[in-house]
C-alpha cells in the first residue's frame, strides 16, 4: 500500500490510516466497528445509497478539528460476497483509485483510513473514511444557483466553470482515466485563486486503462452532459467539448460523430420516459431522497422530507394508534383513511385491510395496493400531472405474505367534483373552469396512455392550483394500445356515469368534448 499509510492488524481486522491524521480514539473506534464509533463520537447519519452507510463526525488532530466522513459498504447480496474472494472489497478499490488519481494530477478528498473485516476468507465488513472539504458543493448546486437571469459577471463564472470541467475531463480521458460514475453530483467544485478546482468523488469503480475504450469515454461524456436542459443551454455544452478536445486530441478526428452519440444517447436519457423510469427505481431505494427501512414485519420507504430515520420507527411503531385516532375520511372494508399530523405535517394515510389468505398471496405477487399507489403517485407527478405528494409507503408482513400495507400522502385542501359541480355557491364560470381543467387531465393521461381504474368524481379534487388526481392504487400505464383503449373506455364509462351521460362507440374524448359543451345544468 502507499507509503503515507501506516497498516495495523488486530485479530481478523486491517486498518490503513494516513500517517498524517493519527488519534488513538479514532483509530480504536474504526478497528471496532461504527457500533463504537458512534459511542466515542457525535455522529450524524447522511443520506446515501441503499447498499452503504455514511456517517459524519468532528475528530480533532493535533488540535485541528476536521470533519470526517464514515462510509461503510454493505453487501448487495450472497453472490457480492462469493465475488470479493477474487477482487477487492469496494473500500480497497476507492482507496487504490482515489491514490490513482491524486498521483495522476487529479484532486479527491484527503484520505484519513480504510479498514477490512474478514471471517475465514470472506470480507465481511469493509469502510472509507475521507476528510470534509471546505468551501466545496457539487456541480448541481453551482447551476441550480445560476439560474433565471444573471448578471454579465454571474454569466462569466458559470461559463468559466463549464469551460473548466472540460478541461478537466479531457486531461482525465487523456491520460486513459474512465470515472465509475461521472454524475455531477459525484464531482466537487471550489474556487482557488481565481481558478476552479474539482474534486472526485464514489471512485470504486474508477480505472486506469492502457488504452481508453471509445464506449467508455462515450459513457462519461453522457453522464457529464446529464444536466436539465434549463440550466445550460447548447451553447454551454459546445463551451464544454471546445475544450474538452483541446485536452483530448485523440478524439477530435471524430467529434462530429461523437457529439451526435453523445447528444443522442443524453436526450434519450432526458426524455420524459426515462425520467419516469429513473424515479420509479430511485424512490425504492434507499437514496439522498428516500429511507428504505425493514424492521422486524414492516417493510418501508419514507420520503426524507417527511420522517428522518429515528422518527420513521416511532411512526411504523405507532401507525395504527395514530389512524385510529385520527380524523376519519373513510372507514371501508378493503380500506381505512384518515387524516393526522405527524412531524407538523397534515398527512392523510390509507390501510389497505387483510382480507383472507387468497388476497394476501395475489398483492405479494403482483405488489402492494400502498406501493403501487406510491409508485403512480411519482409517476403522475414526473408527467406534470397534479397528484397528492406521496411520503411514504408502509408493508406489514406475516412470513412473506403481505399483510396489510399503508400509503401516506400529503393532504390536500379541496372539494371532490361530485361536490362541486352539486355545489349552489359554485358560479357558473368556476364551474365551466373546473371542467376545462378536468378535460385537460383526461386528455393528458390519455397522452400517456394511463387508465386509473376508478375514474369517479369523488376521486377528483377541485382546489385553488388546478386540479387533483387521487387514488392511484388501480392505475396503469399501458404498452399495448388495445389494452389501453379497452381500459380507458370503462374509464371514461364510469367518469360518465355521474354526468347522465353515455359514451359512444368514437373516440372516448369526444365524449368528454360532448359532456363540456352541455349546458351547465346537465352536468349537476
Request: with cysteine.
Amino acid at each position: 500500500m502507499h507509503s503515507i499509510f501506516n497498516k495495523i492488524r488486530r485479530n481478523n481486522r486491517t486498518i490503513y490510516i494516513n500517517k498524517n491524521f493519527r488519534n488513538g480514539i479514532l483509530e480504536q473506534g474504526l478497528l471496532v466497528g461504527e457500533t463504537e464509533l458512534q459511542k466515542r463520537y457525535a455522529t450524524v447519519t447522511v443520506p446515501s445509497s441503499e447498499f452503504t452507510r455514511v456517517y459524519k463526525f468532528e475528530v480533532t488532530f493535533d488540535g485541528v478539528s476536521r470533519e470526517l466522513y464514515f462510509k461503510k459498504y454493505l453487501h448487495r447480496s450472497v453472490l457480492d460476497i462469493i465475488k470479493h474472494l477474487v477482487r477487492d472489497s469496494r473500500a480497497k478499490r476507492a482507496f487504490k483509485a482515489s491514490l490513482m488519481l491524486a498521483e495522476n494530477g487529479f484532486d479527491v478528498p484527503t484520505i484519513i483510513a480504510m479498514g477490512e473485516c474478514r471471517f475465514s476468507f470472506f470480507n465481511t465488513r469493509n469502510f472509507f473514511v475521507t476528510s470534509q472539504v471546505e468551501d466545496a458543493k457539487d456541480i448541481y448546486h453551482y447551476f441550480a444557483e445560476t439560474l433565471g437571469n444573471l448578471t454579465k459577471e454571474q454569466l462569466r463564472y458559470k461559463r468559466e466553470l463549464i469551460r473548466a470541467l472540460g478541461r478537466t475531463i479531457g486531461r482525465m480521458h487523456a491520460k486513459a482515466i474512465f470515472h465509475g460514475d461521472l454524475r455531477l453530483g459525484n464531482v466537487l467544485a471550489m474556487q482557488e485563486n481565481n481558478r476552479w478546482r474539482f474534486l472526485f468523488l464514489d471512485n470504486e469503480r474508477t480505472k486506469r486503462f492502457r488504452r481508453l475504450p471509445f464506449q467508455l469515454q462515450l459513457k462519461n461524456l453522457v453522464q457529464v452532459n446529464m444536466i436539465p436542459r434549463h440550466m445550460i443551454t447548447n451553447t454551454d455544452r459546445m463551451r464544454f467539448f471546445k475544450e474538452y478536445w483541446a485536452e483530448n486530441p485523440s478524439v477530435k478526428k471524430q467529434k462530429k460523430a461523437l457529439i451526435k452519440k453523445v447528444l443522442r444517447k443524453t436526450n434519450q436519457r432526458l426524455s420524459k420516459k426515462r425520467k419516469v423510469s429513473r424515479e420509479l427505481k430511485k424512490c425504492l431505494r434507499k437514496n439522498a431522497r428516500y429511507l428504505r427501512i425493514k424492521t422486524g414485519r414492516y417493510v418501508a420507504v419514507f420520503d426524507r422530507t417527511f420522517c428522518q430515520e429515528a422518527k420513521s420507527f416511532d411512526f411504523i411503531e405507532q401507525i395504527d394508534t395514530l389512524v385510529d385516532k385520527g380524523q376519519i375520511l373513510k372507514n371501508g372494508d378493503t380500506s381505512y383513511v384518515s387524516r393526522l399530523t405527524w412531524n407538523d405535517k397534515d398527512v392523510v394515510v390509507k390501510r389497505y385491510n387483510h382480507r383472507g389468505f387468497i388476497h394476501s398471496l395475489r398483492h405479494t405477487i403482483k405488489r402492494s395496493r400502498a406501493q403501487r399507489g406510491w409508485l403512480h403517485g411519482h409517476r403522475l407527478r414526473v408527467m406534470g400531472i397534479a397528484t397528492p405528494k406521496p411520503l411514504a409507503y408502509i408493508e406489514q408482513r406475516k412470513k412473506k405474505l403481505i399483510w396489510k400495507s399503508y400509503l401516506v400522502t400529503e393532504y390536500v385542501k379541496g372539494q371532490n367534483f361530485y361536490c362541486f359541480l352539486r355545489d349552489d355557491k359554485t358560479t357558473d364560470q368556476r364551474r365551466s373552469n373546473a371542467i376545462q381543467q378536468v378535460e385537460g387531465l383526461l386528455d393528458k393521461l390519455g397522452k400517456y396512455r394511463i387508465s386509473h381504474g376508478d375514474l369517479k368524481h369523488t376521486n377528483i379534487l377541485i382546489t385553488e392550483n388546478g386540479v387533483v388526481l387521487t387514488d392511484l392504487d388501480a392505475m396503469q400505464a399501458h404498452k399495448l394500445n388495445w389494452f389501453y383503449k379497452f381500459k380507458r373506455s370503462r374509464d371514461l364509462e364510469r367518469f360518465l356515469r355521474e354526468t347522465n351521460i353515455s359514451p359512444n362507440n368514437g373516440d372516448p374524448l369526444s365524449d368528454v368534448n360532448f359532456w363540456k359543451n352541455e349546458p351547465v345544468q346537465r352536468l349537476r
